[in-house]
């Protein structure tokens, strides 16, 4: 029983010592960049009330969530998403306020999910929020601090996919199929079932041209120039408002100048249901799912009472993680530890000269040696936990012990 306390339940896990520090610097960077584009602090609770992110919301499924009850017997859930709480947060605090808001934040979220098996179940997501706009300006901003601060968290090589939700929504309105058969095939597209979804059209009795764009997905993945050739395929409102949205955008991430960062694939899929224009997906090496999410979500926060367009983003920053250590991305330190061991009879001197080491920055840890113990295991101690400096003062004078 014992040896089984010391193990985490399945999707959760310790994080200490230099990778802890690694995701702490990470989420430092993030920060930073958010902080120089006006984004302000805001924190949620852990736990809200269940309405909070119910299925109207269109956030995570309600078996999905992990749920208990308080004292008045009240259901709460631990939070599964950052957006629908930041949504709450913005109706209630700034109900009157009819200009921008641009906020930031960093908390947990827990899924509860089959799908999730293999993977956390809890995990860190940093993000900002806009609201008060529905302009190209704001979606280009948001996805130039995106990439702005992947870039500052030592990323070289990674894309982010950019698509919008109408072009699939009119796609399946000139389609003119079933609820179900709609279902069926965002799956299929959602899971990039390509072949699945061809197999699946030749059953349904849809108009040619239609069907031709459906089995184009693949293709419409690109630059703006594609975005170009996407225009004509089909004359429907829904999709040439998102061509021609996502246009504008690409305009605003060249005045950026990342526009090298984006794709634009017409067939990406939402992953919330709350999504009602812009959407996208961050991906680099080292890890198969997406590293950031995001998109436009108009109507969410009118349903907490303020009627707001608003657009975001959420890193993952244990993905982000992964990624960075499976690259061998080098991260600078944040501290410098030292190790200063001492004499019994030299705690004043001890407690004088790691003062004087504080006060010019330096990170002191301070510890009296043992007599049964010889220099040599602290310096393995030092060397084992990632100390960059050992010294020792004994006999009243201080000297350095090399760490090799």
């Known amino acids: 029983m014992k040896k089984i306390l010391l193990h985490t339940p399945e999707g959760v896990r310790d994080l200490y010592n230099d990778e802890c520090e690694k995701k702490l610097y990470l989420q430092q960077r993030i920060h930073q960049v958010l902080k120089k584009y006006g984004y302000r602090d805001i ?15 269109g956030t995570v499924p309600s078996n999905q969530m992990y749920k208990f009850f308080d004292r008045d017997g009240e259901t709460l859930v631990l939070r599964p998403d950052m ?63 995106v990439i702005e601060s992947l870039f500052d968290c030592g990323l070289k090589e990674f894309q982010i996919e950019v698509g919008h939700a109408w072009f699939i929504n009119g796609l399946f309105e000139e389609a003119g199929i079933n609820e179900e058969q709609e279902e069926d095939l965002r799956n299929l597209i959602a899971n990039k079932n390509f072949f699945g979804m061809e197999e699946y059209l030749s059953e349904l009795s849809i108009p040619d041209p239609v069907k031709d764009v459906f089995l184009s997905l693949p293709s419409l993945t690109g630059s ?6 996407a225009g004509k395929l089909l004359k429907n409102e829904k999709i040439a408002g998102a061509i021609s949205r996502l246009e504008k955008i690409y305009h605003v991430l060249s005045c950026y100048g990342c526009e090298k960062y984006v794709t634009f694939s017409l067939s990406a899929m939402a992953h919330r249901n709350y999504y009602t224009g812009m959407i996208f997906a961050g991906y680099t090496y080292g890890t198969g799912d997406a590293i950031v999410t ?15 367009p608003s657009v975001g983003f959420a890193i993952n920053l244990d993905r982000l993680l992964t990624a ?22 030299l705690l004043k001197e001890a407690l004088k000269q790691a003062k004087i080491y504080r006060d010019q920055g330096q990170l002191v840890t301070l510890m009296r040696k043992n007599e049964d113990l010889s220099l040599d295991d602290y310096k393995d101690y030092a060397i084992r936990n990632n100390f960059r400096e050992m010294s020792y003062l004994g006999e009243e004078s201080i000297r350095e012990v090399a760490l090799s």
């Open 324 to 345: 960075v250590l499976r690259q061998k991305i080098e991260l600078p330190s944040t501290s410098d530890l030292m190790l200063m061991v001492y004499d019994k009879a």
């Open 224 to 229: 703006g120039q594609m975005l170009q050739q």
């Open 294 to 308: 995001g998109g436009r979500y108009d109507n969410l926060v009118k349903q907490f009472g303020k009627e707001t």
């Open 83 to 145: 957006t629908p709480a930041m949504a709450r947060c913005v109706s209630k605090y700034y109900m009157e306020e009819d200009m921008p808001i641009r906020l930031c934040y960093t908390g947990q979220t827990f899924i509860n999910s089959a799908e999730h098996q293999g993977k956390l179940k809890e995990c860190t997501q940093t993000g900002g929020e806009l609201y008060g706009e529905n302009k190209p300006e704001s979606d280009g901003e948001i996805l130039a601090v």
């Open 43 to 57: 924190q949620t609770p852990s736990f809200e009330f269940f309405d909070i992110f119910s299925k109207e919301k």
